[in-house]
């Protein structure tokens, strides 16, 4: 019989290559998918990671994709950091575009600098408090906040169904489940002409900057990521489990709500079911995939963004499925998981077992 056991020292360095090796282990693979699907895969791989960067509005578009990614991955990080798996940025995102989207609605037709800020402001709490919901749950009643936070997604998805299917329902959208389109004072300027590169990439910035300060020079990173990993020494400290689970949660709520508001704001423009493409999702890879580390989550923001950039030219050159995408980013989870597992762990026969 076969067990894992723990390692005494796993390898540092092979903790750092584990993305390199979970990437070729998801193009070997990828490989043999598209020669199952009689596709000749360097050809699917030129389409997939090549095609989308040969204009500069392709360069654009892998821009205004990644930046949803990496914000909501900076904030998921913090939590994972402590051991807090946040699987509900998903939620988080579509509450903070419902709450931007409701004050875009509200003063639809009027003109202010003030509109923009406030919706981000919104998009801010909204995300923050649909965060706050399985934090109550886990410190007052011991939830698991991996379920808490997934179930949370589909109540959230419905939220918006409702809200795009009912009350916000655009009158003059031919009975499409969407809400108006926004007007200019509620839209995020463009940065670039001809493309839909806009300013949220700033507040992507300034976030990946300020994860980077406060897991390098704060304190109290230091008090949340001895909670996660040694609750025991982290009580004998004096530190406490529930600051850390409420601080995580809403801070990554927080940021899944910004950044759904760029989204509203930015290139889709109006409130429907389909803000998202799935970026609170994707964002968990991100952040795993970047080793939770501010800059490595930047690099592989990118990649997954070139990811669902090469999934969208492969449907229209190659009539590949849409699934295909989300494929890639779960065989690059899987092996990402599983070279994780080996690199903390060696397999190891039981003494005296009799074989399989």
Not at 171 to 200: C, H, K, W, Y
Not at 338 to 356: M, V, Y
């Amino acid at each position: 019989m076969h067990l894992l056991e723990p390692r005494a020292h796993p390898s540092q360095l092979m903790k750092w290559l584990s993305p390199l090796i979970a990437i070729a282990l998801m193009l070997i693979t990828g490989s043999l998918l598209f020669l199952a699907l009689d596709k000749n895969p360097i050809e699917a791989f030129k389409v997939f990671f090549i095609d989308p960067l040969t204009s500069s509005y392709g360069w654009g578009e892998l821009l205004i994709k990644a930046s949803p990614l990496i914000l909501i991955a900076q904030g998921l990080a913090i939590g994972f950091r402590a051991r807090i798996f946040n699987i509900g940025a998903e939620g988080q995102l579509i509450m903070g575009a419902l709450f931007g989207g409701g004050i875009a609605i509200t003063f639809q037709g009027m003109t202010g600098w003030w509109i923009l800020p406030l919706m981000v402001i919104g998009g801010a709490i909204g995300g923050a408090l649909w965060g706050a919901l399985p934090a109550l749950l886990k410190t007052q009643f011991n939830a698991e906040e991996t379920l808490t936070t997934l179930m949370l997604n589909y109540v959230a998805t419905f939220i918006l169904l409702y809200m795009v299917n009912g009350p916000w329902r655009d009158p003059a959208g031919m009975n499409f489940p969407q809400s108006i389109m926004f007007d200019g004072s509620t839209l995020l300027p463009i940065l670039i002409e001809g493309s839909r590169v806009n300013a949220s990439v700033f507040i992507t910035l300034f976030a990946v900057f300020a994860f980077w300060l406060f897991t390098s020079r704060s304190f109290l990173s230091y008090q949340l990521e001895v909670g996660g990993q040694a609750p025991a020494a982290s009580r004998y400290a004096g530190f406490s489990a529930k600051r850390t689970v409420w601080f995580s949660l809403c801070i990554s709520g927080m940021m899944a709500g910004i950044a759904g508001v760029g989204e509203i704001a930015g290139p889709v423009g109006q409130l429907n079911p389909n803000i998202s493409p799935g970026y609170g999702f994707a964002a968990i890879i991100v952040a795993y995939l970047g080793r939770l580390n501010p800059i490595g989550m930047v690099l592989s923001g990118f990649l997954m963004a070139l990811l669902y950039l090469g999934g969208e030219a492969a449907q229209m050159s190659m009539q590949l499925p849409a699934a295909i995408t989300g494929l890639f980013q779960g065989m690059l989870l899987f092996f990402l998981l599983g070279s994780d597992a080996f690199i903390e762990n060696r397999l190891r026969r039981r003494a005296g077992a009799k074989p399989a």
